[in-house]
């Protein structure tokens, strides 16, 4: 069984005080109501969870009444921070679950592709992860306002979601960061505590994730 978990718990406050941008209309619906219906219809996932804010539930289920949906799904609260948001998706996920796919609710425009691939390789390899390679010349700076280096772009990725693990191996690596008391972004960097080889899946089509009010325009027309 493959399941899906959905992170949509935070507060992203880069958007501005006061607004959610997961309930932002884009294309017609919500944000993260294209990213529910895109997980919704991928063809290897039995089910989704997804990982709300405490007092939002009713918000949801109202948007899943208006999705058509094929498969069961079930809503779980969030915690304080994403990696503990991940840790409460995968209590909620079927006992039988082999393999999970986590995926950013702010995150709308995955490809059934790209989705398949990134289960897939994690089958295989125990974890995987979307990610696009850097084009840009990458500077570092070691005082915030002048250059001090170039970064050999060859061998940087940019990692997105949606990323997939085998059960085990997702559950062992994120309770080893909460025993060592680390606060992860990213479920791949969990990964790196437990010595866990991640595969990188290409993403090569436009994968962007809702942060600012700058990213809409752009999202809404990969949407349409």
């Known amino acids: 069984m493959i399941s899906a978990i959905i992170v949509a718990a935070g507060r992203g406050t880069r958007m501005g005080p006061d607004i959610d941008k997961l309930f932002l209309e884009v294309a017609g619906r919500p944000v993260v109501a294209h990213t529910w219906a895109t997980f919704d219809t991928a063809p290897l ?6 990982v709300v804010r405490a007092g939002l539930e009713s918000a949801f ?31 909620a996920v079927s006992a039988n679950a082999e393999v999970v796919a986590i995926h950013d609710g702010a995150r709308p425009c995955a490809s059934q592709e790209l989705i398949a691939n990134v289960i897939n390789a994690a089958r295989e390899t125990g974890a995987a992860v979307a990610a696009q390679r850097v084009t840009d010349t990458i500077k570092q ?37 909460r025993e060592q008391g680390l606060n992860l972004t990213d479920d791949t960097a969990a990964c790196e505590l437990i010595a866990q080889s991640v595969k990188l899946v290409e993403s090569r089509q436009p994968n962007p994730k809702v942060t600012v009010p700058g990213d809409l325009p752009y999202i809404e027309s990969l949407l349409r």
């Open 61 to 91: 289920h109202e948007i899943g009444a208006t999705l058509s949906l094929k498969k069961p799904y079930r809503l779980t609260v969030g915690g304080a921070e994403r990696q503990d948001s991940v840790w409460n998706g995968l209590q």
């Open 45 to 50: 996932l039995d089910e989704v969870v997804l």
């Open 141 to 177: 700076s070691d005082d915030g306002s002048t250059i001090a280096r170039t970064i050999d772009r060859a061998k940087l990725w940019s990692v997105q979601t949606p990323q997939a693990f085998r059960l085990a191996v997702i559950r062992q690596a994120i309770a080893a960061a």
